[in-house]
Structures are given as structure tokens and as C-alpha cells.
């Protein structure tokens, strides 16, 4: 009997959760801009600056090691 509770128990509470729908959308962009920033005295970032198909600007923080050519196009997630 305790068998049978604690499965419908379990099913109750992970059977029952409602859906969640997916609220981005992947977008093609295409890097305009590098800019150095200063975010602390002794930690340099880079600011890079994309801007999607429907003219729309993105910016991202990556570190100093990592190079990326401007006019490279990447993937971005936008919220719907």
C-alpha cells in the first residue's frame, strides 16, 4: 500500500508540472566594433559590439586573450 502511495505520489509531483516554452530565438550577427574597457584597475575586457540583420546593436564582454576579426558573424540568442 505505501508502494503504491509513493508512486502516485511521484507521479503527481513530476507528471503534472506545466510546459515551459522556449523564449529565444537565435539570431545571426555581425561584429561592427572592438573596444578595450576597463572594468578594475588591473582587469582589461574587450567590448564587442554585434548588430543583427534588423539593424538591432548587442554587446558581450569576452577577455583579452581571445582575438576576433571585425565583419565576423556569430550566432546570438534574442529574447522574444
Known amino acids: 500500500m505505501k508502494a503504491i502511495l ?3 505520489a511521484c ?3 513530476f507528471g503534472c508540472s506545466p510546459s515551459k516554452d522556449i523564449q529565444v ?3 545571426t ?3 561592427i566594433k572592438v573596444d ?3 572594468r578594475q584597475t588591473d582587469n582589461q575586457k574587450q567590448l564587442l559590439t554585434w548588430r543583427a540583420q534588423d539593424n538591432i546593436e548587442y554587446v558581450s564582454y569576452e577577455s583579452m586573450n581571445r582575438s576576433y576579426p ?4 556569430m550566432t546570438v540568442l534574442r529574447t522574444r
Open 29 to 31: 550577427a555581425r561584429l
Open 11 to 13: 507521479v503527481a509531483a
Open 70 to 73: 571585425v565583419g565576423i558573424t
Open 25 to 27: 530565438e537565435m539570431v
Open 6 to 8: 509513493v508512486a502516485i
Open 36 to 38: 578595450t574597457v576597463y
